[in-house]
């Protein structure tokens, strides 16, 4: 699977729009991008993924640049409970047994 | 709501002891998921599972051992505790099928090994 980069802590205002990025710069043409967070003693949960379009469901909107090798992840009206570790992941969608590989994520703060 | 539950929130062993987590989810999902997760190191798979007795190692199965006898149960097997197996240890699960599903996690275990 693709390597990602994200950066290890980033603060955001509480109601302002939290934008999270991640590189992936070594992304092949049949994986997606996948965004899980995880709340202090949580275990992670998963926000959202997308291929090449950009996607929106009720939790965030996820945006992928044209040539896919970077992706930013949108909370549009950031809250204290999205304090978290936000993880960026990529993997194909058809890989055997729906494996994981997480790695160091991005610390978000909100702050009030 | 898919719900994934584990058996203790957290626990004490000492060196050499077996030690058996348990994981069971209520929706039926044929994926069951084993990882660790340590401080720097983010989440690392141990050991999965497709089916009922079935079970692929993931990346780090070294001094673990799984057994799934029934669907909605995965268990992770520590046979010989070490102090290097301090962790807090994360179960999951997802449906199967030839494509992704998002996969549902437990709160975790902090298992600490003196």
């Known amino acids: 699977d693709a390597k990602t980069t994200q950066p290890p802590s980033m603060d955001c205002a509480e109601g302002r729009a939290a934008n999270l990025p991640c590189n992936h710069s070594?992304?092949?043409?049949?994986?997606?991008v996948y965004w899980y967070r995880q709340i202090h003693s949580q275990g992670p949960q998963y926000i959202i993924h997308?291929?090449?379009n950009n996607e929106t469901n009720e939790m965030a909107s996820l945006i992928i640049t044209e040539d896919r090798k970077s992706s930013t992840l949108i909370l549009p009206h950031a809250t204290l409970r999205d304090t978290a570790v936000y993880y960026c992941i990529v993997r194909p969608s058809n890989n055997a047994g729906n494996m994981l590989t997480f790695g160091g994520g991005t610390r978000l703060m909100v702050k009030p | 709501d898919v719900k994934v539950t584990q058996s203790s929130r957290y626990l004490v062993k000492r060196t050499g002891e077996k030690v058996f987590l348990e994981c069971v989810q209520d929706m039926d999902h044929e994926n069951m998921f084993w990882y660790r997760q340590d401080p720097g190191l983010g989440l690392r798979l141990i050991y999965f599972s497709y089916d009922v007795k079935m079970k692929e190692k993931g990346d780090i199965p070294e001094g673990y051992s799984v057994s799934r006898e029934k669907k909605e149960r995965f268990s992770l097997i520590l046979e010989s505790a070490s102090t290097n197996q301090t962790s807090m240890y994360l179960c999951a699960s997802s449906s199967g099928g030839p494509t992704y599903n998002e996969q549902f996690f437990g709160p975790g275990t902090r298992l600490t090994v003196l």
């Open positions: 997308g291929l090449k």
């Open positions: 070594t992304i092949s043409g049949n994986e997606y």
